[in-house]
Each structure stands twice: as C-alpha cells, then as structure tokens.
T-cell receptor, first 114, second 113 residues
C-alpha cells in the first residue's frame, strides 16, 4: 500500500518568514495530493491540492510543488502569520472516484512566532 | 457554506459497550469516509462507502466495525464491542459525485474507559 513520509515533524518560524514542508510517497499510482491544516480540536481542512498532471499550484501565500519522477511534493507558505500556526498534513490518493481515500503523512506542527 | 456535521462531539463509553458515531455529510455528496486519529498520531483511513456499500476498507476496520447509511442524510459508524485502543478522534468525510477532495467534519472524540 501507499506510504507517505513527511518532514519536518515540527517547524518554528518567525512571522513573515517562509515555511516549507516536504513529503514523499511510494505508490506510483497516486495522482492526487491534498494538503490539510488541522487546528486544535478541529477536523482537517483542505487548504490546497495538486494533481499529477501539474507541477506547481499557487493560491495567495500558499504554493505546492510536485515532482512525480522523484515522488515528492512540498508545501510552501510565504509571509507566515501567527494564524498559520497549526498541524499540517500531506496526503496521497489514487484520485478518481475514490479521491477521498487518502494516506496521510505524520503531520508537521508549525509554530509562527510573532 | 455546507459542512459535514458529526455527533456527538465527545462520547465516553465503557469497554465492551457498543457505540454509534453519527455523521451528516454534505447533501449532494455521494462518497463517504471514516477516518480515525489516535491522540498525537496521523489520520488513518478506516472505510469508504458509495452506493450503499463499502468500496474499500483498511486493516483497522475489522469485524467490530460497521457502517450504515440508514436514511438519505445520515452516515453512521458502529463499534460493536469497544476496546481501550479504540479511544481516538473519529472523523467523517464526504466528497462530491466527481469524487474529488474530501471535506472533513469536526470529529467525535471517543474515550473508552
């Protein structure tokens, strides 16, 4: 089955700096890669996703890159703000009609210091 | 904005008891999922459900677990005889007919004592 590894497990940055979280996956059939933000006591919230036919996607301060050959993808957050502090999960899925069935990474606890 | 709702938010049960966790998916979604998250660990897939049947399940989803869509709006997860190790957050999720991204509920914290 799919195995997703995520690094780092914790990340602390100063407000305004950039944060980068990296993931690798093992299943070459995976073609949909969502990123979730989880705040304390809440469920995972989709913040951005990328499909295998795209190398990069950007949404305001958040961008995701995908290297399908190397089987890794990354989340980039620029101009971080204290409200970006949360646990971030990457995930991989075979997409299609079962795209909601994802394998999650271990999570990265991001702390943005004011 | 439509959202997935789960009840109860917290359930405490004695070991060996049956529990039913309830979810109301987003109304036009047709794919439904249960995930669990043991405290401090990753989110783990349990089961996916489509067209009134299980489409996929993980090794965690053994005979103690079952899912049901009893009517047009609810989606339930039943644990027949709870164990201490079932203590976790349980998340319901649903996705659109095209089967794209999943939207998660707020979760039910299950504590087995």
């Amino acid at each position: 089955g799919e195995n997703v590894e995520q690094h780092p497990s914790t990340l602390s940055v100063q407000e305004g700096d950039s944060a980068v979280i990296k993931c690798t996956y093992s299943d070459s059939a995976s073609n949909y890669f969502p990123w979730y933000k989880q705040e304390l006591g809440k469920g995972p919230q989709l913040i951005i996703d990328i499909r295998s036919n795209v190398g990069e996607k950007k949404d305001q301060r958040i961008a995701v890159t995908l290297n399908k050959t190397a089987k890794h993808f990354s989340l980039h957050i620029t101009e971080t703000q204290p409200e970006d502090s949360a646990v971030y999960f990457c995930a991989a899925s075979r997409g299609g009609t079962n795209a909601g069935k994802s394998t999650f990474g271990d999570g990265t606890t991001l702390t943005v210091k004011p | 904005e439509p959202e997935v709702t789960q009840t109860p938010s917290h359930q405490v049960t004695q070991m060996g008891q049956e529990v039913i966790l309830r979810c109301v998916p987003i109304s036009n979604h047709l794919y439904f999922y249960w995930y669990r998250q043991i405290l401090g660990q990753k989110v783990e897939f349990l089961v996916s459900f489509y067209n009134n049947e299980i489409s996929e399940k993980s090794e965690i989803f053994d005979d103690q677990f079952s899912v049901e869509r009893p009517d047009g709006s609810n989606f339930t997860l039943k644990i027949r005889s709870t164990k201490l190790e079932d203590s976790a957050m349980y998340f319901c999720a649903s996705s659109e007919p095209r089967g794209t991204e999943a939207f998660f509920g707020q979760g039910t914290r299950l504590t087995v004592v």
